[in-house]
């Protein structure tokens, strides 16, 4: 009895001490003093940015991993990219800049000598980097990048199966039918592994998903064979009496008003482009069907969902999910056959529009949802200010961290756009433009065709084209300054040519020069 009193007395005064040196609890919304602040940046090819569970777009849609990166961080509403194709907005994710400064223009522009890309300041304060997946980007083909103390990439846009890696400058070949964005899911779970848990990180996950030609795995194959598709309302306002209807043609928008449309001022452009490799009557040079088109990108965007499913129960299981801040972003949106067309590079919604989640418990609310217009280049500022870095001169972008932390700070209210005409797909002219909350003007170069003013709160499909509006002249006027005035402060006027050594590609004149 006497023995165990003495043991009692012994455990209250330790149970006290213990309490009087307890580490003192962080307040909610701030890291752990200990706690490296971790950055994982998941890119992916071609997602539009309704196309997620939990937008409702898609009937049947289901992307469970992605919709809790909504509901656990914050939805970036109105996340726009300033050029809607693969490798002009990879280079201004890495650089912070526009195209016209970092002269990645298009697929084939070379890097620009110099250029700094964020994961370099990251990688000199101390962070382990890493890079896997789709680079595609300039004369750079598969090469290991500077930033990165881990590479893996692939040769141009890389296969769906059987793919081969430059893992640090090696050659590897993967067999078996093996899946790319399984494996590029692997290989980051397995650098994640080695690394320090004590150390900060930052790891650039870039799938080859979801571009075409779209190949799900196999274990989503069909999976959405019989989804319903959501035919967009203009699909056939530019068709032909040879066009096929895919489904039903619709007459009225689903609030039963008539859909106001100024088919003389569409441009001639997006109406001949309807018979092309971005056409809905001729698309990928005929080689799918639009629903065939429309359901295998679904299945196929599957796969970059399970990879963030990993990721996310990785750091869980690791104990690191507080600080680390995992971004979900598409590099450019996609058109499923609005005003006829598919694919991106206009600067219609759906293509310069992207989807954008970020999940960080420290410093983001669940369920957040951000209205401020956030553009691929103020990606790389963000990393370095939740970093603890200062944004360097040459960003042209601003990091929204304080949004993230529910803090107000004097922002942008419109998104500057601008994409050069290629050779390969001679369709699309060149083009510059501005959206604000209320209107978009765009500014078609070099064609003899109309300029674009839509107001998107009376024209959310952008088909009534006010631009011989009497009562929008001034506001047309206006915007096109503001697009001329962006240029000219950042030395942007100009067109950034580079030699063009292949074959046309374009189905009208294939094969010759």
Not at 294 to 303: H, I, K, N, W
Request: with cysteine; hydrophobic share 35%; proline share 6%.
């Amino acid at each position: 009895m006497k023995r165990f009193f003495h043991y009692s007395i012994l455990s209250v005064l330790l149970a006290g001490l213990l309490f009087a040196f307890r580490p003192q609890l962080q307040p909610p919304g701030k890291p752990s003093a200990n706690k490296p602040k971790n950055i994982i940046y998941i890119l992916a090819d071609d997602h539009r940015y309704d196309f997620m569970g939990f937008t409702g777009k898609v009937a049947g849609l289901k992307t469970p991993n992605l919709d809790r990166l909504a509901n656990e961080g914050a939805h970036v509403r109105n996340a726009f990219v300033s050029t809607a194709l693969c490798s002009p907005s990879r280079a201004s994710i890495l650089t912070g800049q526009y195209a016209h400064t970092h002269k990645v223009v298009d697929n084939f522009a070379p890097l620009t000598p110099g250029l700094k890309f964020f994961p370099q300041y990251l990688q000199r304060a101390g962070y382990k980097t890493a890079f896997l997946g789709k680079w595609h980007m300039g004369n750079t083909d598969d090469a290991p990048q500077p930033g990165f103390d881990y590479w893996l990439s692939f040769k141009g846009q890389g296969v769906y199966y059987n793919p081969t890696f430059n893992i640090n400058g090696k050659q590897v070949a993967h067999g078996d039918s093996s899946y790319t964005s399984d494996l590029l899911t692997d290989y980051a779970l397995k650098w994640l592994n080695s690394l320090h848990k004590d150390k900060p990180f930052c790891m650039y996950l870039s799938h080859k998903a979801v571009h075409s030609e779209f190949q799900p795995a196999k274990r989503h194959r069909g999976m959405y064979r019989n989804v319903s598709i959501n035919y967009p309302q203009t699909m056939y306002l530019t068709a032909s009496d040879t066009s096929k209807i895919w489904g039903p043609k619709p007459s009225v928008v689903p609030e039963g008003k008539s859909l106001k449309v100024n088919m003389a001022d569409m441009p001639n452009w997006v109406k001949q482009q309807r018979y092309s490799w971005h056409g809905v009557d001729y698309l990928y040079h005929g080689s799918i069907s639009f629903n065939d088109f429309y359901r295998q990108y679904c299945e196929t965007l599957m796969g970059v969902d399970d990879s963030v499913g990993r990721i996310l129960k990785w750091l869980e299981d690791n104990g690191l999910a507080e600080t680390t801040m995992v971004v979900y972003m598409g590099d450019n949106g996609f058109s499923f056959g609005e005003r006829g067309l598919i694919d991106k590079r206009h600067m219609y919604e759906e293509s310069m529009r992207v989807p954008l989640l970020v999940r960080c418990p420290a410093v983001v609310k669940p369920g957040t949802k951000l209205e401020q217009v956030i553009q691929n280049i103020d990606i790389a500022p963000t990393f370095l200010a939740y970093a603890g870095l200062p944004k360097p001169a040459q960003m042209q972008g601003n990091s929204f961290l304080p949004f993230l932390k529910g803090q107000s700070v004097p922002w942008r209210d419109r998104a500057f756009y601008e994409y050069y005409w290629e050779a390969d797909f001679p369709q699309t002219p060149t083009m510059f433009g501005v959206r604000n909350g209320r209107y978009k003007y765009i500014f078609n170069h070099g064609v003899w065709d109309a300029n674009e003013l839509y107001d998107l709160q009376t024209d959310p499909q952008e088909v009534n084209n006010l631009i011989r509006s009497k009562e929008h002249q001034e506001i047309a006027q206006d915007l096109r300054n503001q697009v001329f005035d962006w240029l000219e402060s950042t030395n942007g006027l100009q067109i950034p040519l580079h030699p063009i050594r292949q074959k046309r590609f374009d189905h009208r004149y294939q094969g010759t020069y």
